[in-house]
């Protein structure tokens, strides 16, 4: 993990992306607002070229994402094997074997053929060439430079935002700062958030469909997740848990949680959450959040933490999932929670 840096420049990535004939662009399993948003803006920028391209989502897609895509512009895996003949692909937005299992197989038996752009701090060698970079608050502030470095418009001229690169690039933009208040959202966020706006993307009705466009049974499921909730750290860590039953239950599914760990935080002293959720019998997903300290205390790098799962991410964002039923997983978490030192109050 250690080894995982840039080995290439996006000018060495765009030098490939011409040379190539056949390219297919991928991102992690059940693909958030960033991953989806820079697997679309790519697909656009590269069709716009003449070239042709494979645009995939793997896994489970959030209906609300997938209605980013036009119709018939994404292709999706396992349902869909990728095509014999494409010669490179690109991977945005992981590194990490662990996150691209339903397409792993295949992109090992097209090693070397294979670049990336990345924001996250942990990876394995899946991309012979790639750009990763952690200063980036999203992938998409990678892509953008990728598509400057193409020479294609964000926008079609004479065309409108909807379905374009631009709205593609807003997308991750906007969700993996959590719509711009994350301490991630520095200076060069907005700045290209400003762009993109004067591009015509329509920043409420994308607010609106991902993020005030759930199911009723939302409240069901989060109703039972905090009523398991449990403080941790004297008040400053909180972990809530879903089991199967209550998915089952309430008829809500994975999609419908989303956002859901971000609630505690609503609370002055909490300053990290967690959410157990367990979709599948035996295997326990976990959301970590954190916010920093108004008064400048160190801030819990959820990343870090989520490491010893064998996951990752963000220091403010991450993930990880343990093969375990959730009672079980939640006693773990539980347990490496209540070891940590030095939470902020």
């Not at 991750?172 to 719509?179: C, E, M, R, S, V």
């Amino acid at each position: 993990m250690s080894s995982y840096q840039s080995t290439s420049d996006l000018p060495s990535i765009a030098g490939r992306l011409r040379a190539a004939s056949h390219i297919a662009v991928v991102s992690h399993a059940k693909p958030d607002g960033d991953a989806a948003g820079s697997v679309l803006a790519l697909t656009r920028t590269l069709r716009s070229m003449g070239k042709r391209v494979d645009g995939i989502f793997t896994g489970s897609v959030d209906p609300n994402i997938l209605a980013l895509a036009a119709p018939g512009e994404i292709q999706f895996a396992p349902a869909t094997q990728p095509d014999p003949a494409i010669d490179l692909v690109v991977l945005v937005d992981t590194g990490a074997w662990s996150q691209v299992e339903p397409l792993d197989g295949w992109l090992k038996s097209m090693a070397g053929k294979v670049v990336g752009l990345d924001h996250h701090a942990r990876g394995d060698e899946i991309a012979s060439d790639r750009v990763v970079d952690c200063s980036m608050a999203s992938a998409t502030q990678l892509v953008v430079r990728l598509v400057d470095e193409l020479g294609v418009p964000l926008v079609p001229a004479g065309g409108s935002a909807k379905f374009s690169i631009a709205e593609a690039l807003f997308v991750g933009l906007a969700t993996d700062t959590g719509w711009f208040r994350f301490q991630s959202a520095d200076t060069a966020v907005f700045a290209l958030a400003s762009r993109l706006l004067a591009h015509g993307v329509d920043k409420m009705s994308l607010y609106q469909l991902l993020d005030e466009n759930g199911r009723p049974v939302r409240l069901a499921a989060m109703a039972r997740a905090l009523s398991s909730l449990t403080f941790h750290l004297g008040g400053r860590a909180t972990v809530m848990a879903l089991s199967h039953a209550d998915f089952a239950q309430t008829g809500a599914n994975s999609d419908d949680v989303g956002g859901l760990v971000n609630v505690p935080l609503a609370i002055g002293s909490v300053a990290m959450s967690a959410v157990l959720t367990e979709t599948q019998l035996g295997i326990t997903k976990v959301s970590f959040r954190s916010k920093p300290s108004p008064s400048g205390a160190p801030t819990v790098n959820v990343s870090d933490f989520a490491a010893q799962f064998g996951g990752g991410g963000h220091a403010q964002a991450a993930g990880a999932k343990l093969n375990l039923p959730i009672a079980d997983a939640r006693r773990t978490v539980e347990l490496a929670i209540d070891s940590l030192s030095g939470v902020h109050s």
